[in-house]
């Protein structure tokens, strides 16, 4: 086989790791027993902070590593095709993941800002009201005041039958004109804020309409990208079903745990959550799927860490992005390692080099060297 025809292939094989699957081939697919810990007598526990070792330490899946059982007299098309399939269809569903969680913000959103247009369109209305009551007010105390002609200062006097009353009709005016001043202000701010509720209310009506058009929008989207998830499914579902047992072996890998892997111990969150995680090894895979008993790549880490009181995003890409960032030198178990350049796979750092994740259809949960697939970045929760 020719240096680049090998390459193709080691790409495509590799890039399967993916999420997505629902059946495990032969022994590999019996369910864990529950809460089912892989502890190997040892001498001493394996160091959770080691270098990643350079040489493999299971028998890994085609999906994940290149290895020797890529070639008998050639390479493997039918199984370097399905490599590339099911690392498409793992991709696209980690994408549907995120669209889910984008789709659920934009329908939050949707809603606030047509909550607050409906306030706003209250307020507006209310306003109104206010400022149509104080200009009745100003009407009324402008009849009063011109009523029977000039009230000014002048009239007063000569209608004064004392000085006593003159002083009560001075005072009386000054009074009117004063109300009639104030409910005039309050009649023109009132007026001013009528007009900037309704404005505001506008603006609110529209952005409303703007966030439930990209809200639709996302709808259908995710609609029609589901609908090619559930075909790309159906096909690797349909040529996994028809490997061969040889191809079947060399699809699924080895054991799904190292001879000789320690669990290490628990002393924090996260190191309890890898422990519940691996309660499932053996696991089947399944697009979609987050426990207890089958799982996708993110489905898994969400599972895991729910256990132990954390809410992790649903998919990879998110996860990609929240928790914070961690160098390979100071990765710990419980770690999330984050695949591919799109972050569209993630494995839990297990010690030892090792990581845990759920590959794809027909390859159940197991353990992996955590350098098995190009890594994108860490992420601790």
Known sequence: MTRSLRAVAIAAATATSLTLGLAVAGAQTTEPAAE???????????????????????????????????????????????????????????????????????????????????????????????????????DQLATMRYRGGDTGATRAAVLAESPRDLVHRLDALRRLSGATTIALDVSRAASREAVRLREDATRSASVARDAARDAQERTDDLARRSEEMRGRMDEVRRRVDALSDAQRARWAGGPVMPEGYVAPPVDDVNSAALRVALSRLGAPYSWGATGPSEFDCSGLMVWAYAREGKTLPRSSQAQAVAGAPVAMADIRPGDLVIYFPGATHVGMYAGDGLVLHAPTYGVPVRLERADAMPIHGIRRY
Do not use: K
């Open 36 to 138: 089912s810990i892989p502890t190997v007598p040892s001498s001493s526990p394996p160091d959770a902070t080691a270098p990643v070792p350079s040489a493999p330490v299971n028998s890994a899946p085609l999906t994940t590593l290149s290895s020797p059982s890529l070639v008998s007299d050639g390479v493997d098309e039918d199984l370097v095709e399905l490599a590339r399939l099911s690392e498409e269809a793992g991709a696209l569903g980690e994408e549907l993941h995120l669209a889910r969680e984008e789709l659920d913000r934009a329908t939050r959103e949707r809603d606030r800002l047509e909550r607050a247009a409906g306030v706003a369109a209250s307020r507006s209305a209310l306003a109104d009201g206010v400022a149509q009551r104080d200009q009745s007010t100003v």
